[in-house]
């Protein structure tokens, strides 16, 4: 049995200014990269080598990456932070900072940093050489950037960012493994750098190196978060199985999250609905009109429900929608069908309609319909629920886990939802094919 592995520091602080305009408004983990902010590929790539948890060191639009990363679940990791506060502490001071969340060894990661190694052999290394730090390098030889470490196979002669020799061939490959002595030695609340640590530790004798045979990535500027891209979109890492296994993790959140309770309040007003013997109208445009279709289907034949949506009539639709215009034309419906207060609505949408923003405005016309008249009024929507959250007497709304992925994720919950609501017993009256087939 393996044992856990030490946690990893992420210098995330970084302004990113080289990376401008792309992080005016972004901190530079965020950055997209292969369809994705580079903090989920780089997240990713640490679950993968085994690591549990994460602390991430924030400075410049750090509420934008604790919003995005949350609590790690997704990335399959525990994820704290610690913030620098209003002054710039550098690198080294930041993990200074952070020193109550990491114990007393831990990785040390550069925020822009990509490093597909053997994160279980550095830590081995670590604890074999008998240094409070350890430093990675990678043969270089000025490919990938300017080498910047004197490195004789097994300790490191010389190591400057600024003053290089011919003699660098390695390169600090963004890696280390420190004690948490080694940090507490700095003065609190003072700015520190890595490079500048390092050094010390080099020119004292308590530094120890471990050269890594897989190249480097880095989105420190253009050319290099363009050749990250490449990579991820060609190789290994990036294949459709990893994709895969990022989208059930994701659906996996949202599984644990789901509001159990608003789920239980909403069986409770359809059942009783049902017994007033008022009727469910179902309301969706686009992936919803497919999910209200099915739907209806479902709470007629299973829940013995009266159900219809307005949808599955496309010559009323259509002409509604070309005489009386699209905004209107669910309100219309309703009226037509003579709501009433017995009666319930049910919205299947990604938003939730918004007056304001000129979305799905059908949807937010015949709710205020369906509040005028007294019907209950149902919701399974996404992000924060839009104008149906508003006014529902019970909302799902489906957790929005990734930010690009929140329609397939909501569309999909919402099949699980009503795929619960008509099997629930205070509804089921009648067996599924399969399951009475005998």
Known sequence: MTTAMLPVAILAGGLGTRLRPLTDKLPKSLVPVAGEP??????????????????????????????????????????????????????????????????????????????????????????????????????????????????????????????????????????????????????????????????????????????????????????????????????????????????????????????????????????ETRAAGGRLFILGVGGGAAHASHAVNDFRKLAGMEAYAPTDNVSELTARTNDEGWATVFESWLRTSRLRAEDAVLVFSVGGGDAERNVSPNLVAALRYARAVGARVLGIVGRDGGYTAQVADACVIIPTVHPSRVTPHTEAFQALVWHLLVSHPSLKQAETKWESVR
């Open 38 to 271: 580079f903090l989920a590929h780089q997240l990713r790539l640490l679950a993968r080598a085994g690591i549990e948890r994460v602390v991430l060191c924030l400075g410049y639009r750090g509420e934008q990456i604790r919003e995005f990363a949350g609590d790690g679940r997704r990335f399959g990791l525990q994820v704290e932070y610690s913030e620098d506060g209003p002054t710039p502490l550098g690198t080294a001071g930041a993990v200074r900072k952070a020193l109550p969340l990491l114990g007393p060894h831990f990785f040390v990661l550069y925020g822009d940093s990509y490093l597909p190694c053997d994160y279980r052999q550095v830590e081995q290394a670590f604890f074999a050489c008998g240094q409070p730090a350890l430093m990675t390098v990678y043969r270089n030889e000025d490919r990938w950037d300017r080498s910047n470490v004197e490195f004789d196979g097994c300790r490191i002669l010389a190591y400057d960012k600024k003053n290089r020799t011919r003699r660098m061939r390695h390169i600090d490959y963004g890696l280390g493994v420190f004690a948490s002595g080694v940090f507490e030695e700095l003065p609190e609340g003072t700015f520190c750098d890595l490079a500048d640590l390092y050094r010390q530790l080099l020119a004292a004798g308590r530094l120890a190196a471990f050269e890594v045979s897989q190249r480097f990535y880095h989105i420190g500027d253009r050319q290099a978060l363009e050749e990250l891209e490449a990579w991820l979109r060609t190789s290994r890492e990036g294949n459709t199985v990893e994709f895969v296994e990022q989208y059930l993790s994701e659906a996996r959140e949202i599984l644990d999250r789901l509001d159990r309770a608003s789920i239980a309040r909403m069986a409770q007003l359809l059942a």
